[in-house]
């Protein structure tokens, strides 16, 4: 059984035969169900170089001895900058890591430390335990993720940002799940600040029966 635990924004935790953190912003998410230091983990998956992703990443894989997984600019920025961690940096394909199958995805956004640009930002396919789970990070829908599905689907479960203002809002997100055609979606990256408000249940609507819209609570989780 593998577990999806929502911890807020685009926070999640897979748990399975390893411990899988994504985007573990919770220091200063007004949203968060946990905090840093109650989190383990075995890999730590960024998806981009803004504060609200890479978060308390750092801070995580110092203590439990994490790797991060990043692209190869951010694991190289984060190296240079921090003392403790170790990285693994990578690009726009697929790896194994430690027996997870891991693929980094486009992601049409921006990555960079507020100022300057680092790398590229990306989302990651994982599949563990037979469980095949998609983080889109931060993006805006785009054609290409029909791809994801015939290259690496079925997709057990989608984890979709549905914020708008920065990222997809409802309309392109229930979008990107007719690309996806994921069995299950978890709506992430809105209401946690007032410019990404969102109604998820106005997501739930749109998708229809194209897919289970499951809609997490930070500290809920799903079990697959
Ligand atoms: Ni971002
Ligand atoms: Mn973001």
């Avoid at 997984?69 to 961690?85: F, P, R, T």
Wanted: glycine share 10%; hydrophobic share 45%.
């Amino acid at each position: 059984m593998v577990k999806v635990k929502f911890l807020g924004h685009a926070a999640f935790l897979i748990e399975g035969s390893k411990k899988i953190l994504i985007d573990p912003f919770l220091s200063g998410n007004p949203k968060a169900a946990v905090k840093p230091e109650e989190v383990e983990a075995d890999l730590i998956l960024v998806t981009h170089a803004h504060g609200d992703h890479v978060g308390d990443a750092v801070e995580i894989a110092r203590r439990t001895g994490a790797k991060i997984v990043a692209m190869y600019d951010l694991a190289n920025y984060l190296v240079e900058k921090e003392s403790g961690i170790t990285t693994i940096g990578m690009n726009y394909g697929p790896t194994e890591i430690d027996g997870v199958f891991i693929v980094q995805v486009p992601a049409w956004h921006s990555s960079s430390d507020g100022k300057y640009s680092i790398g590229n930002a990306c989302g990651y396919i994982i599949k563990l335990d037979g469980i095949t789970i998609y983080h889109a990070g931060d993006t805006f829908v785009f054609g290409d993720m029909a791809l994801f599905n015939e290259l690496y689907g079925p997709i057990d479960v989608a984890l979709l940002p549905i914020g708008g203002h920065f990222t997809m809002g409802p309309r392109e997100a229930a979008k990107a799940v007719e690309l996806l055609r994921p069995r299950k979606v978890v709506p992430m990256h809105y209401s946690t600040w007032p410019p990404i408000a969102q109604d998820p249940e106005e997501f739930k609507k749109l998708v229809g029966d194209k897919a289970e819209v499951v809609i997490l609570q930070p500290g809920e989780e799903l079990e697959l």
